[in-house]
């Protein structure tokens, strides 16, 4: 389930921890059915996390925009230039994701802020967000802002 050796040792290592901890719990009906559960209830825990890490490390990464390493003119085009692409791509987006976007990442407006624009609540701001990640992800590739 793990597709990686190294934390499916890890993973039973641990699993194998929670099945001894748990064995007070243990009912005495289908000690194999019982284990699995616990394996792949642990399993499905590590992939959540997984996902979890490698959503926060590209929502870090994000829409941030490259800046030149020097003040020269050259680079200050080209920044510019980069900052006009990923504008032009955000208005791409479906309306209702393209105004969070917006507003979130070039204007960098609170989750609090952008609902009481939008006269929201601020879950309905944070799941449009994540839709419209999830909208990128599938829409883009990351060659395109390169």
């Known amino acids: 389930m793990l597709r990686n050796e190294k934390d499916a040792e890890?993973?039973?290592q641990e699993v194998f921890i929670k099945i001894y901890s748990s064995l007070p719990?243990?009912?005495g009906k289908g000690l194999k059915t019982w284990m699995v559960r616990i394996a792949v209830n642990h399993a499905i825990d590590?992939?959540?996390?997984?996902?979890?890490?490698?959503?926060?490390?590209?929502?870090?990464?994000?829409?941030?925009?490259?800046?030149?390493?020097?003040?020269?003119?050259e680079g200050k085009y080209i920044q510019k230039e980069l900052q006009h692409h990923v504008r032009r791509r955000i208005d791409e987006l479906p309306k209702n994701y393209r105004?969070?976007?917006?507003?979130?990442?070039?204007?960098e407006k609170s989750f609090k802020?952008?609902?009481?624009?939008?006269?929201?609540?601020?879950?309905?701001i944070r799941v449009k967000l994540h839709r419209a990640r999830n909208w990128m992800r599938e829409h883009w590739k990351e060659d395109d802002f390169s």
């Open 10 to 12: 890890d993973a039973a």
């Open 25 to 27: 719990k243990y009912e």
């Open 46 to 73: 590590v992939k959540r996390k997984q996902q979890r890490r490698r959503e926060d490390v590209k929502e870090d990464v994000g829409l941030q925009l490259v800046k030149p390493s020097s003040d020269s003119v």
């Open 99 to 107: 105004r969070v976007v917006y507003g979130y990442y070039i204007e």
């Open 113 to 124: 802020l952008l609902a009481n624009e939008q006269g929201i609540n601020e879950k309905s």
